[in-house]
């Protein structure tokens, strides 16, 4: 049974930075492509970015040259890091193993809150 925690969400200004980390146990971390995904107050969830087997990363637009997606396999865990938050990048965020453009292979964690307000 594949068990996800994620970790690192706090309030940050406008600006800031935060790395969120997301460990998974109960199955072969290191075959999978995983990924970030948020959910913002009131919308539906959405892809920021995935990271391949080989470390090939994706990113959405919003995502794209602000957030870096990383992964050590040895600790199970996949990183992301945040750069020149903005108060749109106010969600929770959850991670999960991309199973195609609308699905996951995995039952979600509870997710990590990110909110961006001065």
């Known amino acids: 049974q594949v068990h996800i925690v994620e970790s690192g969400g706090d309030l940050v200004q406008p600006g800031g930075s935060l790395r969120l980390s997301c460990t998974v146990t109960?199955?072969?971390?290191?075959?999978?492509?995983v990924g970030w995904y948020r959910q913002p107050p009131g919308k539906q969830r959405e892809w920021v970015a995935h990271?391949?087997?080989?470390?090939?990363?994706n990113y959405s637009e919003s995502a794209k040259g602000r957030f870096t997606i990383s992964r050590s396999n040895a600790e199970n865990t996949v990183f992301l890091q945040m750069t020149s938050l903005k108060s749109e990048d106010t969600a929770v965020y959850y991670c999960n193993a991309p199973k195609d453009r609308t699905s996951t292979l995995w039952s979600w964690g509870q997710g990590t809150p990110v909110m961006v307000s001065s």
């Open positions: 109960g199955t072969i971390f290191g075959i999978y492509a």
């Open positions: 990271i391949t087997a080989g470390s090939v990363a």
